[in-house]
Structure formats: structure tokens, C-alpha cells
């Protein structure tokens, strides 16, 4: 059975915080906030979490996983990032925005679109989400939260512990979040190609 912890949307309480980094250090897989509904969270290193997260949402090989980082300083290290990309990415962040590009060494190749060795990175707006990585430290591997046959996102916690809490460790209440997902945003072509039209605005890509 998974715990449950109420983290306020505006303020998130430190202790809690850090509570929930304390699981993800120790392998845990989280339901989290961002500003595009809710999430599936684990550790970079967590093999076996990854693992149960794509059990949670039976992905495949082609699945984009997002790193989801707390500014643009951890973009070089995990994607190659052209000097147009990156104005598209700074403009457009934080934001409802998930950006697919070449993934360095630095990813596991677990982690990679198999064919292509793409990888999907974004910077959230939300505060629960940006006070976890602040206090992880580091990027989070992250998917937004769509059960099998949804082409939306869970926004409501108290559901979301219905249908999967003894499938995860950690669900965080961090208020009821729109069904969006974000916008997916392939900048590894010569122009930027809209993947997937969700909660941010395509203007800026089109």
C-alpha cells in the first residue's frame, strides 16, 4: 500500500519533501504534480523502478521518457541542443512542454527512444515538482500519468490511489490538476515538429 502525502500546491512543507526524496533514494516509484496533471517518477539510476513504471503504463521500446529537470543548466549534460533549439526551449520553459532531443552518453540506453537515441526533457512550472528536484539534486525520470486506453492525464489523487496505489510507493496530493499532457516538441529535425498537441500552446512552433 502506497503512502499518501498532502503537499500544499503554492508552499510545499520541506519535511514532506524531503521525506519524498528520502523514497526515491531508496528506489521508490512516486505519483507526483506537475502543471500538466500528474506523474510517474523515479530515480535516473532506478532500473527496477523504471521497470515498474512501464508495467504501470505498459510501454515499449518507442516510448519517449522524459527527464524532467529544475532549469535549463542539466540540458547539455543529458541532450545535444543546437544554439536554435535552445532559444526555442529557454522561450517556451518552464512550462507545458516536453522537447524530444539526441540524448548524450550520459543517458542510459534504457532510457532512449530505441531507434532513434532521442530522449524527452522539460522543466515544469509547478512547485511540488520543482521543490523535489531541488532537493533531489538531480533530473528525475518522469511520465505523465495515462493509464492504459487514456489519452489523458490523472488529476485526481484519491482516484489515482483507487486504481494504482498498490502499485506505487508514494502518491503526492498536490491538488486537483488539469488532464492535459503536455505539448511534445521534436527538435532533433531542421525545423520543430509538433509530436503532440496537449496543454502549451503550438504557436511558437508552428
Known amino acids: 500500500m502506497s ?19 528520502d523514497m526515491l533514494n531508496k528506489g521508490s516509484v512516486i505519483v507526483y504534480p506537475t502543471d500538466s496533471g500528474y506523474a510517474l517518477g523515479c530515480r535516473l539510476e532506478e532500473k527496477n ?6 508495467r504501470i503504463r505498459q510501454l515499449d521500446g518507442n516510448h519517449h521518457f522524459t ?3 529544475r532549469d ?18 529557454k522561450n ?39 521543490a523535489l528536484l531541488d532537493a533531489l539534486n538531480e533530473p528525475m525520470i518522469s511520465t505523465s500519468l495515462m493509464l492504459p486506453g487514456n489519452d489523458f492525464t490523472e488529476s485526481d489523487p484519491e482516484e489515482i490511489d483507487d486504481r494504482i496505489g498498490k502499485l ?8 486537483s490538476l488539469g ?12 525545423a520543430p515538429e509538433v509530436i503532440r498537441e496537449g496543454a502549451g500552446s503550438i504557436e511558437p512552433f508552428t
Open 49 to 54: 523502478a523504471l521497470e515498474r513504471i512501464c
Open 179 to 190: 488532464q492535459q499532457p503536455t505539448t511534445v516538441v521534436d527538435l532533433t529535425g531542421d
Open 72 to 89: 535549463l543548466s542539466e540540458l547539455s549534460i543529458y541532450a545535444h541542443v543546437n544554439n536554435s533549439a535552445f532559444r526555442l526551449i
Open 3 to 21: 503512502q499518501f502525502f498532502y503537499i500544499h500546491g503554492d508552499n510545499p512543507q520541506p519535511r514532506l519533501i524531503r521525506q519524498a526524496v
Open 168 to 175: 506505487v510507493d508514494l502518491i503526492i496530493h498536490g491538488g
Open 92 to 130: 517556451n520553459t518552464p512550462g507545458n512542454y516536453t522537447f524530444i532531443l539526441k540524448a548524450t552518453k550520459e543517458v542510459p540506453r534504457r532510457l532512449m527512444n530505441e531507434k532513434r537515441k532521442t530522449i524527452g526533457l522539460r522543466v515544469p512550472a509547478n512547485s511540488v515538482a520543482l
Open 67 to 69: 527527464l524532467i529537470c
